[in-house]
C-alpha cells in the first residue's frame, strides 16, 4: 500500500513525489476514502526520508483537501474524490515535417537571407536598453505612439498618404488585423463581398467568423465593381493596389465606383494592401483609403518587405471604429510585445527601412526577370503572363493546361509546389489554364532550375 | 485650373506631390471628365519643374487609370470619377490620459522595477544572434519547440505535472489563449458556466465570442462544484488554484466533483492559473490537469510572473483538441514572434526564471504582510482577509460597509483605485462588502499611504 518510488536524483523535491505519489492512489481509488495514513514518523521510516518531509507532503494534502487531518489522530483519506480510469483519447500527433521541394514556387515568402540582420540587431538592442520599466508592463490596445508616428511618416513620404498617428492602429500581422476587423464588423455587416479568386486563406478568416462570403468576378484590372451587389452594410474585402492572385490594378474608374457603391450601401472596405512596396516600374500605386478615409480600413503588414516573424502590422482606422477597436482588442490580445515596435520605429526613423526596401525591389525585380526567361525557355509561346508588374509573384496562363485539384495533388507528389488559381477561386472552375509563381524567396538559378523540374513534369503528363 | 503649390523642401518627391494634387482634383471634380491635361512641356514651364516630373507623374495618372493618353492626342480625364464631398464623421479621440492615483490597488499588476533587466537583455541578445534565417519566416503556430521543451521542464520541477511538449500551445498571453478558446469551442459549447465571481474581463472574452454565461456561487473554497449545472457540453472556465477574485484554493473534493461533472456533461474545463507561482506559504498547488489532461485546458500566462509586455502564455491542450488549435491559430494571428520566445526558453533553461520567482516570492509575501499591518492600523478588527495568502491580491470584507458602482465612481474622483468584488460578480449584489487590494506593484511605504488616503475617504462617507 504504501509502497512509493522515490527518484532521489529527480528535480522534483522528495515532499512533491511523495505527495504526487499519494494523491493519485486517492484519486485512483487504491486509497479509499475514510483510509488511515500512516504516521508521518511511519512513513518517513519506510521511504528512508526525514520526518519533515512527510509532513510537509502531509500539508500539501491537507491545503488540498485530499486528507483531513485532527490533533493526536490519524490523518485520513477525504471523501469522493476517487475518479473512474479516464478513457483512453485518441493520439493525434502531426508536427507535420518540413518537406523538401525539388520546385518550390510558394506565394508570400520574402526572402530572408536578404534581411539586414546586424543593423536590425543594433537597433532592437539599443532600443531595448531605452525602455522605460513602463514599457515592460501593460501599454494599451493601439500600439506605442513612436511606431504610428514613423508608419504615418512613411506613408506621406512613400505613397503621399496624409494619415495622423491617431488613425493607425498596431496590430499582430495582416491575418491577425482581418481576424480583429472580422469581430469588429461582424453584428453590422453578417456578409463579406470579396474578389473572386482571392487569397483563400484570408478569406477563412471571415469564414471561421461566420460571415457569409459572396465573389464577385475579377479579371485583368482587378474587382469587376459594376458587379457589386450585396445585402445593406455588407463588409468589402479588396487588394486594389496589386489583386490576389491575379495581379491587376484596380483602375480609378473602378475604385471610384467601389467608393460609390459603399457608400450607398453602408458599407466599409477592408483594403488589405499586401506588398505594393514592390512595384517595379512606375510609383507606388496610390491607396484606395485616400479616396475616402471614412469608409475605407487600409491594412498594411510589415511581414513581406521585413520578414513575417516580427508580426507586426497596422490598421488604418475611420475615427467611428477607434473605441470599439481599443476595447475589442484588449480582450482579443491586449497588445504587441513592445520590443519589435520599439525595434521597427527606429529602423523607419533612421530610413533603413527605405532603404531595405529600395535594396529588395532590385532583387525581386531581377527574379520577377529571370522568372519570365525561365518560361520562355521552358514554354516557349505557350503561356501569357497576367497583371502589373509588382510584389513577390506572377500568375501566369498556360492556354492548354488545366489545373485543378488531382492536377496539385500530382504535382506535390512529384515534388513541386505551386498554386493553380483554382485553389484561390471561391467559384471553382473560373480560371482553370493559370498558374501562381512565387518568387520572392529563390534565386534566379533555383527559378531555373525549378521551372525544368516543372517542365518535365508538364511533358509526362499526370 | 492648373495652380498646384509645390513644396520644394517636402520629403515627398515633386512627381508625386503633382500627381496627388491632379488626383484631388479629379476627384473632387474640380477636372471634369473629358477635360484636357495641358501638355507635359506647357505644365513643366508652369511650375518650373522638369519635363521628366511631368511626365513621370502623367504615367502615374495612366497607370491608375485616372487619365488616358493618346498617342499624338494630350491626355484626358478618365470618366466616372468624380465622387460628391464626404459627410461629415465625429472625430472621436479618447486617448486616455494616463490618471494619477492616491491610492492605487489595481489588480493584476506584478512589479515592473525588479525585472532582471541586465540579464535578460544578454539573453535575448545572445538568442536574437543566434537565430537561424528561417526562424525569422513563418515558424508555425505551435510555438517553438524549444520553449514548449523548456515549459514542459519547468512544470514537472515546479508542479510536479508531466507534460508533452507536443501538448504546449504557445499563445500571446492568458487572454489571447482565452480568446482561441473560446473560437475553438463556440460550436460545441455555446455555453459557458463560470465562477461567478469571476474575473469580469476575462469573461468579456467569451461574452464577445457570443457564448451565454451562467455564473456558479463561490465560496470560501472557491467554485460551489455541487451547483454546477448546464446545457450538455457546455465549457467550465475556473481558477481553482487561486480562484479570482476571492482567493480559495479549490479543495480536492470539488475538484473531483468538477472533472466528473465534466465528463457526465461532455464539458471541457478550462483552467486559468494566472498566479499559482506566488504562494506564501505551503507549496505550489497541483494543476486541476493532472486530474483529467483529456477534459482540462490549462491555462498559463508569464505576464504576472515576468512581464506583460513578454506577452507569452501557454495551453497545454487535450489532443483531440491539437488540430483544430493549429488551424484556428492559422487563421487568427498565425503565430507569436519568435525573439521573446527565444529568450524566454533561454531564461528558463538557465534558472533565471526560478531565481526571479523565488525572489519575487519573497517582495510579494513582504508587500502582502504590509498590507495586513495596514489594514490592522487603519482599520481595526472591522475587516476580515479572504482566501489563500497567494498572488498579487486580496480580497477583503469590511462587514459594515457597502461597496458598488456608485462607491466605485466617488473613489475614483477622489484619486483611489480600488475594485470591489461587486465589480467582479456576474449576479450584483452577492459580495456587497468586499474590496479587492492589488499589492503586487506597491512598495510597503506606497500600500501604507494609499491605505491612509482610503481610510479617510471611509471615514468622509460618499
Same mark, same amino acid.
Given at each position: ?7 532521489? @536524483? ?12 499519494? !494523491? ?13 495514513? /500512516?504516521?508521518?514518523? @511511519?512513513? $518517513? ?70 534581411? &539586414? ?47 495622423? +498617428? ?37 478569406? @477563412? ?48 474608374? !473602378? ?128 503561356? @501569357? &503572363? ?23 495533388? $500530382?504535382? !506535390? ?6 498554386? /493553380? ?10 480560371? +482553370? ?10 534565386? &534566379? ?18
Amino acid at each position: 500500500m504504501w509502497e512509493i518510488e522515490l527518484q532521489r @536524483q529527480s528535480e522534483i523535491s522528495l515532499k512533491r513525489q511523495i505527495y504526487a505519489a499519494l !494523491r493519485d492512489k486517492i484519486l485512483n481509488g487504491k486509497l479509499p476514502a475514510g483510509e488511515a495514513l /500512516p504516521s508521518t514518523r @511511519q512513513l $518517513a521510516m519506510a521511504l528512508n526520508v526525514s520526518r519533515n518531509t512527510i509532513n510537509e507532503a502531509y500539508d500539501m494534502l491537507i491545503a488540498e483537501g485530499y486528507i483531513h487531518s485532527s490533533q493526536g489522530a490519524p490523518s485520513r483519506i477525504a471523501d469522493g474524490l476517487q475518479l473512474s480510469p479516464k478513457p483512453n483519447g485518441g493520439m493525434n500527433e502531426t508536427d507535420e515535417p518540413a518537406a523538401s521541394f525539388l520546385a518550390d514556387f510558394r506565394t508570400g515568402q520574402p526572402d530572408l537571407r536578404q534581411f &539586414p540582420r546586424y543593423s536590425w540587431q543594433q537597433i532592437a538592442q539599443k532600443k531595448m536598453r531605452d525602455m522605460t520599466a513602463d514599457q515592460f508592463g501593460y501599454t494599451g490596445p493601439q500600439g506605442m505612439s513612436e511606431l504610428r508616428e514613423e508608419i504615418s511618416a512613411w506613408l506621406y513620404r512613400s505613397k503621399a498618404l496624409a494619415v495622423h +498617428p491617431r488613425d493607425i492602429f498596431i496590430t499582430a500581422g495582416a491575418t491577425h488585423a482581418l481576424h480583429v476587423v472580422a469581430d469588429l464588423m461582424f453584428q453590422d455587416a453578417r456578409e463579406l463581398l470579396v474578389e473572386d479568386p482571392c487569397n483563400i486563406h484570408m478569406l @477563412q478568416t471571415f469564414i471561421n467568423k461566420g460571415y457569409a462570403v459572396r465573389g464577385i468576378p475579377v479579371d485583368r484590372e482587378g474587382l469587376r465593381t459594376e458587379l457589386l451587389d450585396g445585402r445593406p452594410g455588407s463588409l468589402v474585402y479588396v487588394t486594389p493596389s496589386h489583386q490576389f492572385p491575379l495581379g491587376g490594378i484596380l483602375p480609378a474608374f !473602378r475604385r471610384a465606383g467601389l467608393i460609390r457603391f459603399a457608400r450607398e450601401n453602408g458599407s466599409y472596405i477592408v483594403e488589405d494592401d499586401y506588398d505594393s512596396e514592390f512595384r517595379y516600374y512606375g510609383a507606388p500605386v496610390s491607396p484606395l483609403y485616400a479616396m475616402d478615409p471614412e469608409r475605407v480600413i487600409y491594412v498594411g503588414t510589415f511581414s513581406k518587405v521585413l520578414f513575417p516573424g516580427l508580426r507586426i502590422g497596422y490598421v488604418v482606422l475611420p475615427a467611428e471604429l477607434h473605441n470599439r477597436w481599443r476595447r475589442l482588442r484588449t480582450y482579443t490580445d491586449v497588445q504587441n510585445p513592445p520590443f519589435e515596435q520599439a525595434a521597427l520605429a527606429e529602423f523607419l526613423r533612421t530610413r533603413k527601412f527605405d532603404k531595405h526596401i529600395g535594396k529588395m525591389r532590385k532583387v525581386y525585380r531581377e527574379r520577377r526577370e529571370a522568372l519570365l526567361s525561365a518560361l520562355k525557355e521552358y514554354f516557349g509561346t505557350g503561356w @501569357q &503572363p497576367w497583371g502589373d508588374a509588382a510584389g513577390l509573384h506572377l500568375a501566369v496562363d498556360f492556354q492548354d493546361m488545366v489545373f485543378d485539384e488531382p492536377w496539385m495533388k $500530382a504535382s !506535390r507528389q512529384h515534388k513541386i509546389r505551386v498554386t /493553380p488559381v483554382d485553389y484561390h477561386c471561391i467559384r471553382k472552375g473560373a480560371h +482553370p489554364h493559370k498558374l501562381l509563381f512565387g518568387y520572392g524567396h529563390l534565386e &534566379p538559378g533555383e527559378i531555373c532550375k525549378g521551372m525544368e523540374v516543372l517542365h518535365q513534369f508538364f511533358e509526362k503528363g499526370l
